[in-house]
């Protein structure tokens, strides 16, 4: 896979693991001869190190990173380790005498690594998107930032490099392609998989007899028994009975699989070179045509059909219009509601399906829970920005619902929404405004900026629409959020009533 990979352009990693400085040389002097490659000239692969390994091996009779070194590989990766520097200062010393330079990846987990990542990470990472957020912000110059996750698409990848990293990893999805070492079974159960097959849990390494990561580093893996075995209490020792019974009678309904979150997108068996070209020109087809918008006069975006499991991010200062794509047969209009008031929405009339279930936490910023986040930039989608430099710019903050900007939402349901933000004016019609029903209701805040705009009228306009608690099962209730439970409402002469405190 490695050769097939490099052979599309990409720089793809040998998984050390446990391996000989010996067994290390030949899979670098294979994808050598595999790409006619010339000695003396740098290898177009790398190879990925375990750090807590590396603390055993380095100080052994067999030390691998000197071995992996002299072969010129173009990069390492090192992950998972107490003292990963040392390793970093040894082939920093050793490229010092040599003209070749290697690139060094370190996973900040991880290279960030998302929680959706397949096999193992960080417990406690949070979703990628956040994750990569969160390191741009931190470090603003200086070292190449890739991002890894649940990503199996060039339009993933596209949103990815829009949101400031320098590239993306691929993992998961190549786990069917005829170059994986996995048999066929287990690229079959991938086939098979849909959105929410994986988990991470310790279960899958129990009964592998690989419980020896660091503390805090566990595996996701394709739910089965396995994981049910696990989560009905049963001791290791029935566990690893069952599923070794399980192994000697080839049955599936134990069968470790790692895999990532991505892995409910892969439904062919391509090879690795074609799926790494087709996902890079979607990538690149994507950003071309964004790019080839112009940034201010109004622009629509059509979501098509589908669930989409992340935060979607639109950055654009001009008017904007977001339409979800309904069936074919629908016989919905501008005039007439998608949903009766008067029942709850059917879960199949809406054919886009927008989820994330990160809500916020300390030291996390309102705007980064936002299953969908339209603003002219990052920067102004940012509680307390306020309506400044963007303020006639059109932006949306949806579910939970806050913005900057004059909005119009219509014909739509949210779902699990816990109050709406508005620093200017937002309009709801022919709406269904869903509740989690944490112990309050759904709260609108007009915001205190009588600087820039005194005797401002900012709020929430609704009309036509329904507020309901979400009790159709779509949304699991996390802990709840503080809810301030205040409103105020007056009617306007657009028919529309104001929510919001001492409106």
Same mark, same amino acid.
Request: include cysteine; charge should be negative; charged fraction near 20%.
């Given at each position: 896979?490695?050769?097939?990979?490099?052979?599309?352009?990409?720089?793809?990693?040998?998984?050390?693991?446990?391996?000989?400085?010996?067994?290390?040389?030949?899979?670098?002097? /294979?994808?050598?001869?595999?790409?006619?490659?010339?000695?003396?000239?740098?290898?177009?692969?790398?190879?990925?190190?375990?750090?807590?390994?590396?603390?055993?091996?380095?100080?052994?009779?067999?030390? +691998?990173?000197?071995?992996?070194?002299?072969?010129?590989?173009?990069?390492?990766?090192?992950?998972?380790?107490?003292?990963?520097?040392?390793?970093?200062?040894?082939?920093?010393?050793?490229?010092?005498?040599?003209?070749?330079?290697?690139?060094?990846?370190?996973?900040?987990?991880?290279?960030?690594?998302?929680?959706?990542? =397949?096999?193992?990470?960080?417990?406690?990472?949070? @979703?990628?998107?956040?994750?990569?957020?969160?390191?741009?912000?931190?470090?603003?110059? =200086?070292?190449?930032?890739?991002?890894?996750?649940?990503?199996?698409?060039?339009?993933?990848?596209?949103?990815?490099?829009?949101?400031?990293?320098?590239?993306?990893?691929?993992?998961? +999805?190549?786990?069917?392609?005829?170059?994986?070492?996995? $048999?066929?079974?287990?690229?079959?159960?991938?086939?098979?998989?849909?959105?929410?097959?994986?988990?991470?849990?310790?279960?899958?390494?129990?009964?592998?007899? &690989?419980?020896?990561?660091?503390?805090?580093?566990?595996?996701?893996?394709?739910?089965?028994?396995?994981?049910?075995?696990?989560?009905?209490?049963?001791?290791?020792?029935? +566990?690893?009975?069952?599923?070794?019974?399980?192994?000697?009678?080839?049955?599936?309904?134990?069968?470790?699989?790692?895999?990532?979150?991505?892995? =409910?997108?892969?439904?062919?068996?391509?090879?690795?070179?074609?799926?790494?070209?087709?996902?890079?020109?979607?990538?690149?087809?994507?950003?071309?045509?964004?790019?080839?918008?112009?940034?201010?006069?109004?622009?629509?975006?059509?979501?098509?059909?589908?669930?989409?499991?992340?935060?979607?991010?639109? *950055?654009?200062?001009?008017?904007?219009?977001?339409?979800?794509?309904?069936? #074919?047969?629908?016989?919905?209009?501008?005039?007439?509601?998608?949903?009766?008031?008067?029942?709850?929405?059917?879960? *199949?009339? $809406?054919?886009?399906?927008?989820?994330?279930?990160?809500?916020?936490?300390?030291?996390?910023?309102?705007?980064?829970?936002?299953?969908?986040?339209?603003?002219?930039?990052?920067?102004?989608?940012?509680?307390?920005?306020?309506?400044?430099?963007?303020?006639?710019?059109? *932006?949306?903050?949806?579910?939970?619902?806050?913005? /900057?900007?004059?909005? /119009?939402?219509?014909?739509?349901?949210?779902?699990?929404?816990?109050?709406?933000? &508005?620093?200017? @004016?937002?309009?709801?019609?022919?709406?269904?405004?869903?509740?989690?029903?944490?112990?309050?209701?759904?709260?609108?805040?007009?915001?205190?900026?009588? *600087?820039?705009?005194?005797?401002?009228?900012?709020?929430?306009?609704?009309?036509?629409?329904?507020?309901?608690?979400?009790?159709?099962?779509?949304? #699991?209730?996390?802990?709840?959020?503080?809810?301030?439970?205040?409103? &105020?409402? /007056?009617?306007?002469?657009? =028919?529309?009533?104001?929510?919001?405190?001492?409106?």
């Amino acid at each position: 896979m490695v050769a097939a990979v490099a052979s599309a352009g990409a720089l793809s990693f040998l998984a050390a693991g446990p391996d000989s400085s010996e067994q290390l040389r030949d899979g670098l002097r /294979f994808v050598r001869a595999a790409l006619k490659i010339p000695s003396g000239v740098p290898v177009p692969a790398g190879v990925g190190f375990l750090g807590f390994l590396l603390d055993k091996t380095e100080a052994s009779d067999d030390p +691998r990173i000197p071995a992996v070194l002299e072969e010129m590989p173009m990069g390492i990766w090192f992950a998972f380790g107490g003292d990963i520097g040392k390793h970093i200062a040894y082939v920093r010393a050793y490229d010092s005498k040599r003209e070749h330079k290697t690139a060094v990846f370190v996973i900040v987990n991880s290279v960030e690594v998302g929680n959706e990542a =397949g096999g193992h990470g960080a417990a406690a990472t949070p @979703p990628l998107s956040i994750l990569l957020q969160a390191v741009l912000q931190n470090v603003s110059s =200086g070292p190449v930032i890739l991002a890894a996750g649940g990503i199996s698409t060039g339009a993933q990848s596209a949103s990815i490099l829009a949101m400031g990293a320098d590239g993306v990893v691929l993992g998961s +999805r190549l786990l069917c392609t005829p170059e994986c070492m996995y $048999n066929h079974e287990m690229k079959q159960e991938i086939l098979n998989s849909g959105l929410n097959a994986t988990a991470r849990s310790y279960a899958f390494d129990d009964v592998s007899r &690989t419980r020896f990561w660091p503390e805090g580093i566990d595996g996701r893996a394709i739910v089965n028994d396995v994981l049910v075995d696990f989560e009905q209490g049963l001791d290791l020792e029935t +566990r690893l009975q069952r599923f070794d019974d399980a192994k000697a009678k080839a049955e599936r309904g134990r069968m470790v699989v790692w895999a990532g979150a991505g892995i =409910g997108l892969v439904n062919d068996e391509k090879d690795s070179a074609t799926i790494v070209k087709e996902i890079n020109q979607e990538a690149v087809d994507i950003l071309k045509g964004v790019c080839s918008r112009p940034p201010t006069g109004p622009a629509t975006i059509l979501i098509a059909t589908g669930e989409y499991h992340e935060t979607i991010n639109v *950055t654009r200062p001009g008017p904007l219009t977001l339409l979800g794509q309904l069936p #074919s047969s629908s016989s919905t209009s501008l005039a007439k509601p998608k949903f009766p008031l008067d029942a709850a929405p059917s879960p *199949t009339s $809406n054919m886009v399906h927008i989820y994330d279930t990160n809500f916020v936490h300390t030291g996390m910023d309102d705007a980064q829970s936002a299953v969908l986040v339209v603003a002219p930039s990052y920067n102004a989608s940012l509680i307390g920005a306020g309506p400044t430099d963007d303020a006639n710019a059109h *932006t949306l903050f949806y579910a939970d619902l806050f913005g /900057f900007g004059t909005a /119009f939402v219509k014909h739509s349901s949210s779902r699990g929404t816990d109050f709406l933000i &508005t620093l200017l @004016p937002r309009y709801f019609q022919n709406v269904i405004l869903a509740n989690r029903a944490c112990g309050g209701g759904i709260v609108a805040w007009k915001g205190t900026n009588l *600087t820039d705009a005194p005797g401002n009228k900012y709020g929430a306009y609704i009309s036509d629409s329904k507020i309901m608690r979400d009790d159709l099962g779509m949304i #699991s209730p996390p802990p709840c959020s503080s809810i301030l439970s205040w409103t &105020t409402a /007056f009617d306007q002469p657009d =028919g529309h009533h104001l929510v919001g405190p001492g409106a």
